[in-house]
């Protein structure tokens, strides 16, 4: 219970400390009713607190988040419940942010690799390509040679 307290926490990892505690297969399912029961553990919680606070805490783009909730096997229904704490206006604003920081950093480059290097940096965040082109496009004026 301390262990789900502490921080929200999902059936696999519960399943996984309980694996580390060498618990058997018999207690680990007695465990994890328990704490179902007891709403220390919650799927939907879970899934909404982990999209809603990776985006907001690290930036992350939905494919990212969709990516390590499905890392962590919560039901893929859940998984878009979580995404939907994610506002599209403050996604898109959020993106904008991070493009134009990364557009900032890159300074000496040409176009084209410019353009490669800040699409690498919002993928890799988990976002979405056709976000990102569409920003590419609008900001097309900054990926001109000066």
Not at 54 to 59: D, G, Q, T, V
Not at 94 to 112: A, N, P, R, T
């Amino acid at each position: 219970m301390a262990y789900c307290a502490y921080q929200e926490r999902c059936t696999s990892e519960m399943m996984q400390k309980l694996d580390d505690w060498e618990a058997s297969e018999e207690l680990k399912q007695k465990v994890v009713k328990r704490l179902v029961k007891d709403k220390y553990l919650d799927e939907k919680r879970f899934a909404m607190l982990f999209a809603g606070g990776k985006f907001r805490l690290k930036k992350w783009g939905r494919i990212k988040v969709r990516m390590e909730l499905r890392k962590r096997k919560v039901p893929a229904d859940l998984i878009e419940v979580g995404l939907a704490e994610i506002e599209e206006r403050e996604y898109l604003k959020v993106l904008s942010g991070l493009f134009q920081f990364k557009l900032s950093q890159l300074k000496s480059q040409d176009g084209w690799s410019k353009k490669a290097k800040v699409l690498n940096s919002l993928r890799t965040k988990g976002y979405e390509d056709e976000l990102i082109w569409s920003l590419i496009d609008k900001n097309e004026a900054s990926f001109k040679e000066k």
